[in-house]
């Protein structure tokens, strides 16, 4: 089992930002994420910094720690220049970052480009198209490709990534296109739960929802031809019914992982605290979690 954070970019560098980065770098977490959003929900009014930008700074202050974000989506990126960034983020970090990819969401951002909300359907013919092109861009030199809804023409991308074939997708999704995708692009799978019972569903319910998106994982690498064993599996915490966060003691989130990772998880993300959010918590227990957690899980 692995335990990774993921740090809100809402604070400036010299205000606190910096120091919670390197703090992250401690031994306990295996990655450090950020979410890939122009602006996001409660936090609108406030500070918001970029995603890949965020990353960038962080990686030279970091050696060792996976960088990554929770996730990209198409909402306002295009496989052409998204390639771009992240090329240059993963040789910048030295092979350290792992791309998290989904297919966005209504709200926040969604619209912030000027057009109009995409349905469901939408989205999903969207990612179809761009997650296969992101893929082309970060292992082929040079990229032509005409679709409905992205493109290429003559797209360079020389050298490529410094992980090989290119760096490490993580597949936010729940449906079965999303999975289909999981299980031929993915290196790990992301998902946050069933979020028909965020508000309502009770902890036992929301295990065993995550049970069954794990058996249709299965189902789609069986049926690409995949051994599901080779794919990471991620649970962001914080949107399921016991919400997720770091609980009262160290052992009450040794008993809520160990849970989950009975059923095939291999790897926890859990928020930085943010005091006066959804993410408020307390931060001693925090960092007790983070240093004395895997001891216990194993």
């Known amino acids: 089992m692995l335990l990774s954070t993921v740090i809100l970019p809402v604070d400036r560098g010299h205000d606190g930002g910096r120091a919670k980065w390197q703090r992250a770098k401690e031994p306990g977490f ?12 409660t936090f609108r009014d406030g500070p918001w910094f970029g995603a890949l930008p965020t990353l960038t700074a962080v990686a030279t202050v970091t050696a060792r720690l996976r960088l990554g974000t929770v996730v990209t989506s198409p909402n306002f990126r295009h496989p052409v220049t998204l390639a771009k960034e992240l090329i240059s983020l993963d040789d910048i970090t030295g092979g350290r970052v792992t791309l998290g990819i989904g297919a966005g969401g209504n709200g926040c951002d969604a619209t912030a480009l000027g057009q109009e909300p995409w349905t469901p359907k939408e989205r999903a013919d969207r990612f179809a198209e761009f997650v296969p092109l992101l893929d082309r861009m970060l292992t082929e030199d040079a990229v032509t490709e005409s679709g409905s809804f992205y493109s290429a023409d003559e797209a360079r991308s020389i050298l490529g990534c410094v992980q090989r074939p290119r760096l490490l997708f993580a597949v936010a999704a729940t449906g079965p296109r999303g999975l289909k995708l999981a299980a031929r692009h993915g290196q790990a799978w992301v998902t946050t739960g069933d979020p028909k019972l965020h508000e309502t569903g009770t902890p036992e319910q929301s295990v065993e929802a995550l049970r069954g998106q794990v058996e249709r994982l299965c189902k789609a690498c069986a049926d690409a031809d995949r051994e599901v064993a080779g794919l ?27 849970r989950h990772q009975e059923h095939g998880f291999t790897e926890i993300v859990i928020h930085w605290p943010i005091a006066g959010s959804d993410f408020a918590a307390n931060q001693a227990v925090f960092d ?8 216990q899980l194993g």
């Open 232 to 258: 990471d599996k991620i649970l962001l915490t914080g949107f399921t019914p016991d919400r997720g966060r770091p609980p009262e003691s160290v052992d009450a989130f040794v008993d809520f992982a160990g």
């Open 30 to 41: 295996h990655a450090a994420y950020t979410y890939d959003h122009l602006s996001w929900w």
């Open 288 to 295: 007790k979690i983070a240093t004395e957690a895997l001891t």
